[in-house]
T-cell receptor
């Protein structure tokens, strides 16, 4: 069974450009989460989807970040326009809807804004 | 609110020596506790977890951790370090009060194993 897949694995963009990160969760996982690790800091929660609905986006840094999950399958996280402080590793995770089930993490996308 | 403190952002041990990675947590509800590991160029992998029941939990690759409520600790140990254990380790806490798993991570500890 395929795990959580993230694309691209690395992205280097210039300040002011737009970048879209993609996450394909494990098939059948209705919960989907985005996390981010800025260099030297903790991995922090960004938001949570149940199917296509955003349940909790309390961790989104600002309105330059837009997450979508059309159709309740894969999700995208767009950063527009990117700033230097957006650099970091973005992790996606997914889990089944049942309570207390483990979340599985992807490899992460390393974003560098120059 | 939940928080996790990992003592030591870098830990070095000799091959064959005891590995001890320290983690203290704060949680307003009974916590679910986790250790994740990230090997170079790989994603986060669950090493072990405590939910309820037995306070000593065993994970993959010979690691174990003990939940000590009185000390609010969940330290990770392995009796004998192997070169392949070199990685970054994250302690984490979560609750399911919102009906889903929202994880709060520690800052991570990089483990170096010296031959």
């Amino acid at each position: 069974e395929a795990g959580v897949t993230q694309f691209p694995s690395h992205s280097v963009i210039e300040k002011g450009q737009t970048v879209t990160l993609r996450c394909d969760p494990i098939s059948g996982h209705d919960n989907l989460y985005w996390y981010r690790r800025v260099m030297g800091k903790e991995i922090k929660f960004l938001l949570h989807f149940v199917k296509e609905s955003k349940q909790d986006e309390s961790g989104m840094p600002n309105n330059r970040f837009l997450a979508e999950r059309t159709g309740g399958t894969y999700s995208t996280l767009k950063v527009q326009p990117a700033e230097l402080e957006d650099s970091g590793v973005y992790f996606c995770a997914s889990s089944q809807l049942q309570m207390n089930t483990e979340a599985f993490f992807g490899q992460g996308t390393r974003l560098t804004v120059v | 609110a939940q928080s996790v403190t990992q003592l030591g952002s870098h830990v070095s041990v000799s091959e064959g020596a005891l590995v001890l990675l320290r983690c203290n947590y704060s949680s307003s509800v009974p916590p679910y506790l986790f250790w994740y590991v990230q090997y170079p160029n790989q994603g986060l992998q669950l090493l072990l977890k405590y939910t309820t029941g037995a306070t000593l939990v065993k994970g993959i690759n010979g690691f174990e951790a003990e939940f000590k409520k009185s000390e609010t600790s969940f330290h990770l140990t392995k009796p004998s370090a192997h070169m392949s254990d070199a990685a970054e380790y994250f302690c984490a806490v979560s609750d399911f009060s919102g009906g889903y798993q929202k994880v709060t991570f520690g800052i991570g500890t990089k483990l170096q194993v010296i031959p």
